[in-house]
């Protein structure tokens, strides 16, 4: 299994070290080249300015929107949420607020009860500089919420969260990535 992770900006390494613990391979995507054979894909946190720059530089927006709308499993995690939102990728039907819950100093840590994603007990959650969403999308189910704000949200292939599951020891963010993938390929394989 080869999960791709956008290296353009932001905490890709970090991701590529949960990954490997999964025992799914990590491959840098840099390029639209860079998508071919991957069986999942990780949108990092990071600077979403800088994001989108390098998006448009390597011509990578349309490979991205094409191999996600396809059905590939897809983790947007912090700025990887915004560049899923209508006003970037659009893939997701939704408004994010970049740096909502207040600068680098207001960086906070908290418990989530997100089901969804199995495992006992909470999940812990770092939220850095972290994205929210002003209110719950129709079009989108929410998995866990901060002081009434969506922080994790799932359409489908599609997860996303405002918060970097990459700097925890627990690995039930990314599990659920490698999961999807399994069950992806256990549709296609013929009976």
Avoid: Y
């Amino acid at each position: 299994m080869v999960v791709g992770v956008l290296a353009i900006q932001g905490g890709f390494e970090a991701h590529a070290r949960v990954l490997e613990q999964l025992g799914a391979a990590a491959k840098q995507v840099k390029t639209p080249a860079d998508l071919e054979g991957i069986d999942a894909l990780i949108i990092p946190g990071g600077e979403s300015t800088a994001i989108t720059l390098g998006i448009e530089r390597e011509n990578l927006a349309e490979p991205l929107r094409k191999l996600i709308a396809s059905g590939t499993p897809t983790l947007g995690t912090c700025a990887g949420m915004i560049m899923l939102d209508r006003a970037h990728l659009g893939l997701l039907d939704i408004d994010v607020e970049r740096n909502a819950f207040g600068r680098q100093l207001a960086s906070f840590e908290t418990d989530l009860d997100i089901p969804e994603l199995g495992g006992e007990g909470p999940l812990r959650a770092v939220f850095i500089r972290a994205p929210r969403l002003p209110a719950p999308a129709d079009t989108v189910d929410v998995l866990a919420e901060v002081d009434g704000h969506p922080v994790a949200i799932r359409k489908d292939h599609i997860l996303a969260v405002s918060f970097h599951p990459e700097l925890t020891d627990d690995v039930r963010v990314h599990a659920w990535l490698v999961d999807q993938v399994r069950r992806r390929s256990e549709q296609k394989e013929p009976a």
